[in-house]
Every structure is written in structure tokens, then in C-alpha cells.
């Protein structure tokens, strides 16, 4: 089905330059950008967003990591868009990533791994409403 999700390019990915390197992938892959904004996230904006993992041991080093740099967001749109942009970046550690995907190619470490991406449709759409207005996006 045709799909919507959010993917984030993380500050160590920004600081590499390589934002036009991932958007390719994703534009080869048949996703296409519908939304996009740069943006340093507050602490209160990256908490807000990663409330889910409020209680995991890796909550504070993943704030203070999100907010270390501006960051790349944008709504993807596509077939199966949300799994398809989660094989595009490979498991969440890096040395656990398959050869060729985002996080293989880009990711040091499992903080500073290149790419947030949905992890189901439901997340999608409150992930996409806590970044952008409905009137943001440019479906096409
Ligand atoms: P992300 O998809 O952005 O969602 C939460 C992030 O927490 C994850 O990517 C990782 O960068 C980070 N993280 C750090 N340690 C862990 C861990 N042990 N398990 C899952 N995520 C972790």
C-alpha cells in the first residue's frame, strides 16, 4: 500500500555532508521526499520525540546525541514506505547492519547511527504530526 514515514538524517550524518548520498537512496528506492526541514532540536524537542524510550538506560546519551547537531527530517512517501526505508537502513547497530544499507555504510556506532526511520505505520503518522503540519506536506 502506498505509505508515509518519517526518516531522520542524525547529527553525525549531517556533519559528514552526506545528506544528498541518503536522499539518493531513498529516491532509488522509489520514496519520494513529500516534506523535509533542517533543524537543531531542543532537548525538549528530542525528548518530546523519543518519549517512548523515557525509561531505557540509553535515553540521555540518545538526547544529548540528537541534540548535538542540526538534523534532516522528512516524510517519505511510497510503496510500503515504512519497511522499506527500515531495510534502506539496516539494523539499528551499525556492525549488525547488512553490507550496502545506511547504517553499514555511514554509522559508527549504535548512538551515532546516521538514521531514525518509523518502526510501524502508527509511529509514522505521530512521528510525521510532532515535526510537520498537515499543511506541510506536498503529496505528489
Ligand atoms: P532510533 O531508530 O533513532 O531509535 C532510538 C535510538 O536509540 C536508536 O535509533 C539508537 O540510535 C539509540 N540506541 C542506543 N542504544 C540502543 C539500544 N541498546 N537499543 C536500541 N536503540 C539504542
Redo the contacts with the bound molecule.
Keep these: 500500500a502506498l505509505e508515509r514515514t518519517i526518516s531522520i538524517i542524525k547529527p553525525d550524518a549531517v556533519a559528514k555532508n552526506v545528506v544528498g548520498q541518503i536522499y539518493a537512496r531513498f529516491e532509488n528506492a522509489g520514496l519520494k521526499v513529500v516534506a523535509a526541514k533542517m533543524k537543531h532540536l531542543s532537548r525538549r524537542e528530542a525528548e518530546g520525540f523519543?518519549a517512548v524510550?523515557r525509561e531505557r538506560p540509553?535515553f540521555n546519551a540518545?538526547v544529548e546525541f540528537m541534540i548535538s547537531g542540526p538534523v534532516m527530517i522528512q516524510v517519505l512517501e511510497g510503496e510500503n514506505a515504512v519497511a522499506k526505508n527500515r531495510e534502506l537502513m539496516g539494523a539499528?547497530n551499525p556492525k549488525e547492519a547488512a553490507a550496502g544499507t545506511i547504517r553499514a555504510d555511514f554509522a559508527q556506532s549504535?548512538?551515532a547511527?546516521a538514521v531514525?526511520?518509523s518502526d510501524s505505520l502508527e509511529n509514522a503518522a505521530i512521528e510525521t504530526a510532532y515535526f510537520f503540519a498537515a499543511t506541510e506536506l506536498c503529496p505528489r
Design positions: 523519543y524510550h540509553f540518545l539499528t549504535i548512538d547511527n531514525h526511520g
